[in-house]
């Protein structure tokens, strides 16, 4: 790029060392495990081949077009999130604060995922695996619940030391403790030289899995009861499409796995030249992300399917989540030939995948904090470091015995809902306050073409729409459903913990304390509060335009660009209310309106501005 363009920060901002870095790193952030465990869950629970309905038709209206937005946003001011929104606008820099802080959450617990397969992946390559009937103590109490279901049985009493409830620690459980200290000093190594450490390791991390996958997919398919497995998966149920629930699920599925919202697509794109054509690269990231949810359900429940068919448990029985990977996997593979082997490949690649989406999440973290004067002569090196201790401090509690209620915890609270309120402030920063005219400006002299209409309804108005929908769903849902979590208390002939009885499906549902419920409170407020506080903070703030890039004025592209303004909006509305009125009439006579605005607005120019 020349020194014309210099105005956006691009002469000194790193950079990828290939467009195909960035589009591996890219579909490394958005395939994560919730494509593995979530997704084919979710499709079994709504109506199977029928669920694929609503997901395509949210993916289309809801997470191309925002995942395209934040690309387009961070490629075209080239800035980490904060520094974004502060352009945009003064009053809108808690969005990007709201982001940074949901990343933080996330990249919190989200390690714990990787820590579980990491210590499988080690367990498999016993001989024979730990979790097999044939490895059940005798001498233990429990030996009859442990022979029920072994795989379960080690995943809960001897993997995860879990307790009773989430108020009893327990202390930490050494062999996750190992795993949790090795997980961040992976996502370190992969960041610490920003998108130079990160493209090279996309290089691995974001293809293996595949090479897994289809291995897997090859030898899934080929076991006896895999037809059936995959059955259950795709036999559509279209009465499903009437439930609600259906929809906000897949509404949901796409917005989390699409990785929207956290910031970190908006820093990817930052390390992007000017001039790269954001709407391909957001449809090819978008498409191999859905693409590999639904190979991923078909690898899945082929090997289910195998499992009913060598020991009876049924596939619509299938846990969902981690369960999914740690129960019900890992059983099938113990009956496959080779058991070690197809449990270190899919172990190994849950570790690639849950790397990817965490390194790119950290990246959302730092990147907003370089564009710091505070931070930004402090090496990379040594930030990345510090960003990294704490994360690794604050989520700590994740090792211990307790770690997996704490886990769902911060699951359920911390990223959801604030979540779909940055999505929401997103579409209405961008296309009501930056204006769409000069987002379609910029996004023409990126691409070399204005993006399509449908792009522009679904921005203005399809997404927020839908976004509200979701947002005011899960609220209503979270307030009508007890705060509940699934206490592991045994099987009914051996309970687990003294004085607690068990139950069929060795789990029972317990409210949590008041201390868990104001922590699940604070994780919602701390990232959204931000939002309101600066809206009302800067609202006064004086506006720096943000500069047109010269080739853009050399072109003629520059727009007439108007302050964003609530009581002029209001004013144009009740223009148009009262208009529409007048033109109706009532009892078949006409209104007279007289125009009588707050900016003393004559007649020619109240019908201009509407």
Excluded at 502 to 515: D, M, Q, S, V
Excluded at 529 to 549: D, F, Q, S, T
Excluded at 592 to 605: D, L, R
Aim: glycine share 8%; proline share 5%.
């Amino acid at each position: 790029m020349g020194k014309e363009e210099g105005q956006v920060n691009e002469e000194n901002r790193a950079r990828w060392g290939s467009h195909l870095e960035f589009l591996l790193a890219g579909v490394g952030l958005a395939v994560g495990t919730g494509n593995v465990w979530r997704f084919p869950y979710l499709a079994q629970k709504n109506g199977g081949g029928a669920f694929l309905v609503p997901y395509c038709i949210m993916l289309a209206v809801e997470g191309v077009p925002l995942f395209f937005m934040e690309l387009a946003l961070g490629q075209r001011l080239q800035q980490g999130s904060i520094k974004i929104w502060s352009g945009v606008r003064p009053y809108l820099k808690g969005i990007g604060i709201a982001q940074v802080v949901v990343s933080f959450s996330m990249t919190v617990y989200y390690p714990a995922v990787m820590m579980w397969c990491m210590y499988y992946f080690y367990l498999s390559f016993s001989n024979p695996l730990p979790w097999v009937e044939s490895e059940c103590d005798p001498t233990r109490a429990d030996f009859e619940c442990c022979k029920n279901d072994s795989a379960k049985h080690y995943y809960y009493v001897s993997a995860l030391q879990v307790t009773s409830s989430i108020s009893e620690n327990g202390g930490f459980v050494n062999g996750m403790v190992v795993c949790w200290v090795i997980s961040w000093v992976l996502t370190y190594a992969c960041l610490f030289k920003g998108p130079e450490s990160l493209g090279k390791a996309a290089y691995f991390t974001a293809t293996f899995p595949y090479v897994v996958l289809f291995c897997l997919f090859c030898r899934g398919v080929s076991l006896k009861g895999a037809g059936n497995g995959i059955a259950v998966l795709f036999t559509p149920d279209f009465s499903i499409l009437i439930d609600p629930n259906a929809w906000m699920d897949a509404a949901g599925q796409i917005f989390y796995s699409l990785s929207v919202g956290f910031g970190a697509l908006i820093c990817f794109a930052s390390y992007n030249p000017i001039k790269n054509d954001c709407c391909k690269d957001s449809l090819f990231i978008s498409l191999v992300n859905c693409g590999t949810s639904v190979f991923s359900g078909i690898v899945v429940y082929s090997i289910l399917g195998f499992r009913e068919a060598t020991t009876g448990v049924e596939v619509e029985k299938a846990e969902g989540g981690p369960g999914l990977a740690f129960i019900a996997y890992t059983t099938a593979v113990a009956e496959m030939p080779l058991p070690q082997l197809w449990a270190a490949a899919f172990f190994f690649m849950m570790v690639t995948l849950a790397l990817n989406s965490e390194f790119g999440t950290v990246e959302a973290c730092v990147t907003p904090l370089r564009d710091f004067k505070m931070f930004a002569k402090m090496p990379r090196e040594l930030l990345c470091l510090v960003v990294c201790c704490v994360m690794f401090l604050v989520g700590l509690p994740m090792c211990c015995r307790n770690g997996l209620y704490v886990f769902n915890l911060w699951d359920n609270y911390s990223v959801t809902i604030p979540l779909l309120c940055v999505g929401l402030m997103e579409c209405i920063g961008v296309m009501w306050i930056y204006g769409m005219p000069r987002f379609l400006k910029d996004i023409e002299y990126m691409t070399g073409s204005v993006p399509h209409k449908y792009w522009q309804i679904c921005w203005k108005w399809v997404s927020p729409i839908l976004l509200i929908i979701v947002l005011m769903s899960s609220l209503i849902k979270k307030m009508i459903i007890p705060e509940t979590y699934e206490s592991f208390v045994g099987c009914k002939d051996s309970p687990a913990h003294e004085g607690i009885p068990g139950t069929e499906n060795w789990n029972r549902k317990i409210a949590f304390t008041w201390w868990a419920q104001c922590f699940a409170a604070l994780m919602v407020i701390a990232p959204v509060m931000w939002i309101p506080i600066y809206i009302v903070w800067k609202r006064n703030a004086e506006v720096v335009p943000i500069p047109y890039l010269q080739g853009m004025i050399d072109q003629g592209m520059v727009v007439e660009e108007k302050p964003f303004d609530i009581g002029y909006q209001v004013e144009k509305i009740k223009i148009i209310i009262f208009r529409r009125r007048a033109n109706s009439g009532q009892n078949g006579q006409s209104y007279v309106v007289e125009n009588t605005g707050a900016k003393s607005m004559n007649s020619n120019q109240s019908e201009n501005n509407v």
